[in-house]
């Protein structure tokens, strides 16, 4: 049996009329039955832990405008400071709770639930810089250990993402030239983490407080020397009204950076695409964050030493040596916790490695530094 099959020859006016009507009903079926992951609009409700006009509320800006421009209007951040809804150390809280959808913070605020959320902000210098043990945290295990830690150990409903590997933070501020380990006896100081730890083991009387507490603690004596985080944040607070004496260089805290936390309910709920844009929006801000700094930074140092009067001082080695022996004995202590032991295993392997590569990679950039600024290098103590 043979079908019936129609010979005329095809008009091409009827053919090409034909054509148009058809891809005009797709193009209307397209309008009609739109993506719905495409028409959503979500709004987070975000608040840091920096006061409005600090530096870091405006790194915290440049998370969220990267997130928006992504997003192409479809993701919208509602940025609010410290203060706005929650208290500066208890954002991580307010967001497994649902109060705000998300928080630009540090590990370090939390520090007191469990010691091992330092390590990922404030841990152990083992030979990597802020660069590379922000690569540890990208890697598998780091994010596996952070999830870890806030999830099934603490029992937080968030999830979290890491950006900006900042720069060594200074020593800090003090009443006077500090020369040897000597002088830091019995001062009361302030820091945050387990830098709190290394002080107190340095014979240092230490207060945790966060960054907009610091200078009317200082001016009332509940401190008297205090580090926070770099040269435009200190030169903001007014430190330099109050001390004359900044100490750069440091191992209490060389390997910090944000963490960008959001409630894991309202996380999961989003379509994914935008779910990868918060996700790897932190570290397109990553990179916008450091050069941020190191421009700012450099030029309040300058400014501190230029037109403040600052005496700006390298730490002593012999300072620095001491914080290593004071991690030692708090490294001994704490690893006991099966946990907080398990990170820093983690960390060692890679800092073996790692910055074995590095330093013996590396140019002697400050040899290159004093080839062409003779004049401008820093002593070494």
């Not at 999830?147 to 900042?166: C, K, Y």
């Not at 933070?169 to 009361?188: T, V, Y």
């Not at 409630?263 to 779910?275: C, D, I, T, W, Y």
Request: net charge neutral.
């Amino acid at each position: 049996m043979t079908s019936k099959v129609d010979t005329k020859p095809v008009n091409r006016r009827r053919f090409l009329k034909g054509s148009a009507v058809a891809v005009g009903t797709a193009a209307v079926g397209t309008v009609a039955m739109p993506n719905v992951s495409r028409a959503e609009t979500v709004t987070l409700k975000m608040q840091s832990s920096w006061g409005a006009n600090a530096i870091f509320q405006d790194m915290a800006k440049q998370y969220v405008d990267r997130c928006q421009k992504m997003a192409g209007g479809r993701l919208k951040f509602d940025l609010l400071p410290s203060g706005a809804v929650v208290k500066a150390f208890q954002v991580q809280d307010a967001c497994s709770d649902g109060i705000i959808d998300a928080a630009h913070t540090v590990t370090a605020y939390w520090y007191g639930k469990n010691k091992a959320a330092s390590l990922f902000g404030t841990g152990p210098v083992l030979g990597c810089d802020a660069t590379q043990m922000l690569a540890w945290i990208q890697t598998d295990d780091g994010k596996e250990l952070y999830r870890e830690l806030t999830q099934d150990i603490l029992g937080l409903d968030v999830v979290g993402f890491f950006a900006m590997p900042m720069p060594t933070q200074p020593l800090g501020w003090f009443n006077k030239e500090i020369k040897s380990a000597d002088d830091m006896q019995g001062l009361k100081y302030r820091t945050v983490g387990l830098a709190t730890d290394i002080m107190q083991g340095m014979g240092l009387k230490v207060t945790q407080l966060p960054g907009g507490e610091i200078i009317p603690a200082l001016e009332r004596g509940v401190i008297e020397a205090f580090e926070f985080n770099n040269p435009t944040s200190d030169r903001q607070f007014g430190a330099q009204n109050v001390s004359k004496h900044y100490h750069l260089g440091s191992y209490h805290q060389a390997a910090e950076f944000f963490e960008i936390i959001f409630s894991k309910k309202k996380f999961e709920s989003m379509p994914a695409e935008l779910q990868a844009i918060c996700e790897y929006g932190a570290e397109a801000a990553s990179t916008a964050n450091y050069t941020y700094a190191l421009d700012n930074y450099s030029k309040d140092l300058q400014g501190l030493m230029n037109d403040d009067g600052v005496n700006v001082y390298r730490t002593p080695t012999s300072v620095m040596k001491a914080q290593l022996e004071s991690w030692d004995k708090v490294l001994a202590k704490l690893q006991k916790d099966a946990f907080f032991k398990k990170v820093v295993d983690s960390q060692r392997a890679w800092a073996e490695r790692v910055a074995f590569y590095y330093l013996t990679n590396a140019a002697d950039y400050q040899l290159a530094f004093e080839h062409y600024f003779p004049d401008k290098a820093a002593k070494k103590g």
